[in-house]
T-cell receptor, first 114, second 113 residues
């Protein structure tokens, strides 16, 4: 089974702060994703990638950058954090399409921007 | 883009009762349909998935029905137990994209003894 880990698990920062959320998957999946989860909105896709060096824009990308440095590692960057980015962030990975479209999720990072 | 509506947002049932969650989607090209479960403090885990050529799938007390004509996907927990209490999400995608899932907003299911 895919293993997806996230760090940190909890983060508190101030408005204007610089935050990096990290995600690592160890099952050689090609696809990786960053979501945010907010009450009343479900999961919303921020950015995703289908391989090292690739980046695709998701549905709610404003205020976020991402970088996929290796097949295993995907980072989400908030360079000027705002209170509206207070949320629960999930990373996920998957092999691909069709029968391999299952996404495996990490445990989440709770970010609070004061 | 794809729009997914999920209902109900909250559902309370007694142990042994069935619980039905429904999602409707807008894009007729949607080809992959799935249900995820999120337990308290955890990430999402896949429960079941079907491709567009499947109308019904049953596994371990769960039934997924796909009505492509009405663009409706349902999850039926046929005999719910307290351990089923969690948040449930439907998620769909086209098969021509990069596996970009569109999620419903979730249903909070509470199963009481």
């Amino acid at each position: 089974e895919a293993a997806v880990t996230q760090s940190p698990r909890n983060k508190v920062t101030v408005t204007g702060g610089n935050v990096t959320l990290s995600c690592r998957q160890t099952n050689s999946h090609n696809y990786m994703y960053w979501y945010r989860q907010d009450t009343g909105h479900g999961l919303r896709l921020i950015h995703y990638s289908y391989g090292a060096g690739n980046l695709q824009i998701g549905d709610v990308p404003d205020g976020y950058k991402a970088t996929r440095t290796t097949q295993e590692d995907f980072f989400l960057l908030l360079e000027l954090a705002s209170p509206s980015q207070t949320s629960l962030y999930f990373c996920a990975s998957s092999r691909g399409q069709g029968n391999y479209a299952e996404q495996f999720f990490g445990p989440g990072t709770r970010l609070t921007v004061l | 883009g794809e729009q997914v509506e999920q209902r109900p947002p909250h559902l309370s049932v007694r142990e042994g009762d069935s619980a039905i969650i429904i999602c409707t989607y807008t894009d007729s090209a949607t080809a992959y349909f799935s249900w995820y479960k999120q337990e308290a403090g955890a990430g999402l885990q896949l429960l079941m998935s079907v491709l567009s050529n499947v109308d019904r799938k049953e596994e371990q007390g769960l039934t997924v029905l796909l009505n492509k004509k009405d663009k409706r996907l349902s999850l039926n927990l046929t005999a719910a137990h307290p351990g089923d209490s969690a948040v449930y999400f439907c998620a769909v995608t086209h098969d021509s994209g990069y596996n970009k899932l569109t999620f419903g907003k979730g249903t909070v299911l509470l199963v009481s003894p």
